[in-house]
């Protein structure tokens, strides 16, 4: 019909008419503000850029090193400063935890990325 209008979120129907404020899809009578679209285009980050203790910006698959002791929640298990973890994953984590890696000696965990530096 008009081809300004968005598809449907719910549906995807290129159908969608103006009532209003609001934009309604025929198919499948879902509403919706027309400026909540406009604004969640707007807020939608590209992507979220992961940054170590330094200011240099990591990736999957890149090596750092421990730039402080960390005590192990649950043991008496440190790892000290200086220690290599390599082939580290960036995930949205528990917390700030946003990196996975397998720590040798210790074991698969989650670390912060203010504790690394990229090698």
Excluded: F
């Excluded at 604004?39 to 980050?45: H, I, M, N, R, V």
């Excluded at 990736?59 to 421990?66: I, K, M, N, S």
């Excluded at 397998?102 to 965990?109: C, E, F, L, R, T």
């Amino acid at each position: 019909m008009n081809d300004s209008l968005p598809p449907c979120p719910k549906c995807s129907s290129e159908y969608t008419y103006e009532m209003g404020a609001l934009l309604v899809c025929p198919e499948c009578a879902h509403e919706w503000s027309a400026s909540a679209e406009t604004d969640a285009e707007a807020d939608a980050p590209a992507t979220a850029v992961i940054k170590d203790a330094v200011g240099n910006v990591l990736a999957d698959g890149d090596t750092v090193t421990v730039v402080k002791d960390l005590k192990i929640k649950g043991s008496s298990t440190v790892i000290k400063v200086g220690t290599k973890v390599r082939g580290i994953r960036l995930v949205n984590g528990v917390g700030d935890h946003d990196i996975d890696c397998k720590v040798d000696g210790v074991g698969p965990m989650q670390l912060k990325s203010s504790v690394v530096k990229k090698i």
